[in-house]
């Protein structure tokens, strides 16, 4: 379900004020029947026209968003609200989301209803940097730096990590880029050489940074800019 105004935001490229002024005048109807209220919630399927003329989102979509802590990123869960219930769009049980972050964990996330495009930003082979801001319980050893730079074997795992870059920022904080996805692979880096992971915020995937104005709980359309960025090179 979504709103109407959103809806008309989507397809006819107007602001929601410029919405509710179409509502008004009458010229917008749902399922044959004429609708003036903006908040009136119509389903994927409803038949809208403006004007006349069918309305339809199309696709595919991408977005991003900044994740709050306490929301999984899972369509369903017995135990914790999902980040797609921060989706107001029609058929947001269709997107998924490209590169998972774990319930207490904050920042970047990205979802889309493109496979491809998620593909090439989670898949292994296209060597995807991530970029998180880490704080922790004890301060930042000195060993920790050259030690994530030569690649760590983490319990359960029959390959090292791949090489990452870490800066320390304050005693208790750094920034760690690292190459793959592996399960809770901060925190067990981390906890491999003795530390302990309280907060974790992703910044940024690939040259792909995080909106510094969308609060927690926010999301965005990418840009045609941002969109490409995970999409081939094309030759010059």
Not at 84 to 92: K, M, N, S, T, Y
Not at 126 to 133: A, F, N, P, V
Request: with cysteine; charged share 30%; proline share 4%.
């Amino acid at each position: 379900m979504i709103r109407l105004d959103k809806f008309l935001c989507d397809t006819v490229g107007v602001t929601r004020k410029q919405a509710g002024y179409l509502l008004k005048e009458k010229r917008v109807t749902v399922d044959g029947e004429i609708v003036k209220t903006g908040a009136t919630k119509i389903a994927e399927d409803a038949d809208v026209e403006f004007d006349g003329v069918s309305l339809r989102l199309s696709g595919p979509r991408y977005y991003m968003m900044n994740k709050p802590e306490g929301y999984v990123c899972s369509h369903d869960d017995p135990h914790n609200p999902t980040v797609f219930i921060l989706i107001d769009e029609v058929g947001a049980e269709k997107l998924h989301i490209a590169g998972r972050l774990d319930c207490d964990t904050t920042g970047l996330l990205l979802l889309t209803d493109d496979g491809q495009w998620s593909h090439r930003v989670t898949s292994p082979k296209h060597k995807c940097d991530k970029t998180y801001r880490v704080w922790l319980d004890d301060a930042i050893s000195e060993e920790t730096e050259g030690l994530f730079a030569e690649g760590l074997m983490l319990r359960g795992e029959k390959q090292e990590t791949l090489p990452a870059q870490m800066v320390k920022v304050d005693e208790k904080e750094a920034l760690l880029t690292i190459h793959e996805g592996k399960y809770h692979q901060v925190k067990r880096m981390f906890a491999a050489v003795g530390n302990r992971v309280v907060g974790l915020h992703r910044e940024s995937v690939g040259e792909l940074v995080l909106d510094e104005e969308l609060e927690p709980g926010e999301y965005r359309p990418l840009t045609e800019e941002e969109i490409a960025l995970f999409l081939p090179k094309k030759a010059s």
